[in-house]
């Protein structure tokens, strides 16, 4: 089981690397033309869509990786370098096509539902938030653990919900050079904890690299 301070990091991270406030552009050009009740059943289903995704990672994530035959240490390694160039692209604020590319985002317009995809999948929960749960998530195995990860996840679905019910407002009150600066913070933040997510997977694999001499 983790400390306080690391369970802390976990939804600093967490919501870092999901980056609610990076999504608000996005949600408010698919939605524009959806009448209000459309964009706030949008954001409920986005927000748990979100919230299961990161659950079925933090409960199956292990087994899928021992199925793969993937060790927790290489896993961490390449989900290290992955959130690292995530961090890279939001400290220049540039749209980011790891998570949603141009052209994934011009099919979305043609979509009568995008509250999963590509809202939830994988503009929200991708690959980089989905890595981050499988780590942090397999720090410990303890029950209690494992469900003080749950409700980190399920905030962080309630800060997805909350930013998105709220976009246009957000929107106006920030300006894109607010959520912009907002951005840069969470990439600062998350390469950060991609760094670590690095060192920790290559001293696993390479103990040699953690001998004193």
């Known amino acids: 089981m983790l400390n306080w301070n690391e369970y802390l990091q976990l939804s600093t991270g967490l919501i870092s690397v999901v980056n609610p406030i990076g999504a ?66 939001m400290l220049h604020a540039s749209p980011d096509r790891l998570r949603h590319t141009p052209e994934e985002q011009a099919e979305s317009y043609d979509k009568e539902s995008i509250a999963v995809v590509p809202m939830a999948i994988p503009l929200l929960s991708g690959p980089g938030a989905i890595s981050t749960t499988i780590v942090y998530g397999h720090m410990g195995h303890s029950l209690t653990h494992y469900l003080l990860v749950g409700v980190v996840i399920l905030s962080v679905s309630g800060v997805v919900l909350t930013a998105l019910l709220l976009a246009p407002r957000i929107a106006d009150l920030m300006g894109r050079t607010g959520m912009n600066v907002v951005t840069r913070v969470m990439g600062l933040i998350i390469s950060s904890i991609a760094i670590e997510f690095i060192a920790k997977g290559l001293s696993a694999l390479f103990p040699a690299l953690t001998t004193v001499s």
């Open 24 to 89: 608000i552009p996005i949600f408010m050009s698919l939605t524009e033309n959806r009448t209000l009740a459309d964009r706030k059943q949008i954001a409920l289903v986005c927000a748990f869509s979100v919230a299961c995704v990161l659950l079925i990672a933090l409960l199956a994530g292990e087994s899928i990786l021992h199925f793969m035959g993937i060790g927790l240490p290489a896993f961490k390694v390449a989900g290290g370098l992955l959130i690292l160039l995530m961090g890279i692209s």
